[in-house]
């Protein structure tokens, strides 16, 4: 009897072992072949969804449009999708879209403060301006500063060889800069030689104010107080 009992359990323990082995234990079959040529190991993961935000922000702001036909829409909550370049509305306990074609300026209502934006097409005339979107008002005075935010999609890194690295597409927020003079558009740097390049006129002036007041041309909020210093001075 006790012999009975010693094979039975050698055989269980013979066929436990080939179950495992064959991946039959996790609920699939996976029987390695003579060169073991294909390893769970080797396969890459899947690629995981892609990441971050498509808007410009993920909160819904009050605003007010005014369209290209000078008709208005007042006090209406919106996102700005900045991958198709619309707007969308809360309208009724819907969201419908706003076609960035129809769309002449609108002012979110941030909780910092009113912020203007205006459809690039209001720039056709000049050479260096955006195809579509919004250019958003950082300063609104005789020389205007804008920007232009955009996404810019980074791919996957993942090296599945050293298992290391992301999985997985990511979108990230940018912004270019551009300012109005005389109705003609530059895009600007925000480094000091490409401010001051474009205020050559009064340069010197600008930089000792930069220079008195610590300010710094990369630090977008220096940037506006430079310009707006620079139109105190026209």
Known sequence: MKKILSSLIVICAVVFNSFSQSGLTNGYNFTTGSNNSVRFADMPPKKGETQGSYYYSEEWYKANITLT???KIENIEVKINLQDKNLELQVEGQVKVLSFYSVKNF?????????YFYNVSLFSENKNKETSGFYKVLVDK??????I???ELLPSNYNAAMDAGNNY????????????VNQELKQISKTKS??????DNKSEQ?????????LKYKNTEDLVKIVEYYNSIL
């Open 69 to 71: 036909d000078d008709s």
């Open 107 to 115: 002012v979110l209502k941030e909780t910092a403060g009113d912020v």
């Open 142 to 147: 005789k020389v205007k500063l804008m920007s």
């Open 149 to 151: 935010v955009y996404l």
């Open 169 to 180: 597409d990511k979108y990230v927020k940018k912004e270019k800069y551009y300012v109005l």
């Open 194 to 199: 490409s401010i001051l390049k474009t205020f």
């Open 206 to 214: 600008v930089n000792d104010y930069a220079k008195e007041n610590s």
